[in-house]
């Protein structure tokens, strides 16, 4: 009876905690975390880099794996006179062209096992400066019945795009210099001077490599690769089986160890 009881107990309360809906949090002073530069090969380094810093972290209330990104093309180092140190994905120094300034982050993974896994939490993330959330979708492939990744874009939302730093060579007072125009953006900007807001996903899948892409303008794109869902977590009656069928192995190894002494 008291066996029969802690069974029940324990699965109310699985039961509770996988009901738990996953939210957006702020990313916690103990995630792990880890960052990318990236830039279109085909362009090559004079267009600019970008940086995607990327942290995750597990939530114990919801059981589900966080993932927050944040996208830096500004100038990061904050160096007034040295115009290397930026981040400006989307112009070319030496130039007075219009920069193109990134509209899509997308973060490429397969879950399989479908939607119901995967949680968009852009309550607060998604945004970059001056706007709001960008709007978001799930790529499928119709063809393999899986979903490929999530897109973050500004088209159909309120959100602004993430502009690069952009150097100006001016003359003052008959002297050269390298005058910085704008700062450039970062994903974090959008009214949070504390760079509170992230692109952020929810994922019953663990930990693993992911590719993740930034594009500006019609068809740069610039590819790295961040930690994301990626690593399928076996369902708790998956789990069950697999230890009663490990209990079974034990039991029939000291039964078979039993004969054998017996027949020694």
């Given at each position: 009876?008291?066996?029969?009881?802690?069974?029940?107990t324990v699965s109310i309360v699985f039961m509770l905690i996988s009901n738990v809906q996953a939210s957006y949090l702020s990313v916690p002073a103990g995630a792990e975390f880890g960052y990318v530069e990236v830039y279109d090969t085909a362009r090559g380094l004079d267009y600019?880099?970008?940086?995607?810093?990327?942290?995750w972290w597990f939530d114990e209330p919801s059981s589900y794996w966080h993932y927050a990104y944040q996208v830096f093309n500004n100038d990061y180092y904050n160096t007034p006179t040295d115009r290397?140190?930026?981040y400006h994905f989307g112009y070319i120094y030496d130039t007075d062209a219009t920069p193109d300034s990134i509209n899509k982050f997308d973060v490429?993974?397969?879950?399989?096992s479908g939607i119901n896994d995967l949680l968009i939490l852009d309550t607060a993330a998604g945004s970059t400066a001056g706007g709001g959330g960008w709007a978001h979708s799930i790529g499928y492939d119709i063809f393999t019945e899986v979903y490929t990744g999530l897109d973050w874009i500004v088209s159909g939302s309120s959100?602004?795009?993430?502009?690069?730093?952009?150097?100006d060579y001016d003359k003052i007072?008959?002297?050269?210099?390298?005058?910085?125009?704008?700062?450039?953006?970062r994903s974090t900007q959008d009214g949070d001077i504390n760079g509170g807001q992230y692109f952020e996903i929810a994922s019953k899948w663990a930990p693993g490599w992911c590719t993740s892409t930034v594009v500006a303008g019609v068809s740069a794109q610039a590819d790295g690769v961040v930690i994301g869902p990626s690593v399928p977590i076996p369902e708790p009656v998956t789990c069950t089986?697999?230890?009663?069928?490990?209990a079974g192995l034990v039991l029939f190894r000291k039964k078979n160890r039993k004969l054998f002494d017996l027949k020694s």
């Open positions: 009876m008291k066996r029969l009881f802690f069974i029940v600019g880099m970008a940086r995607i810093n990327y942290q290397t140190d930026d490429v993974f397969d879950p399989a959100g602004t795009q993430i502009a690069p730093a952009v150097w007072s008959g002297k050269w210099y390298w005058i910085n125009d704008y700062a450039g953006d089986i697999l230890g009663f069928g490990t």
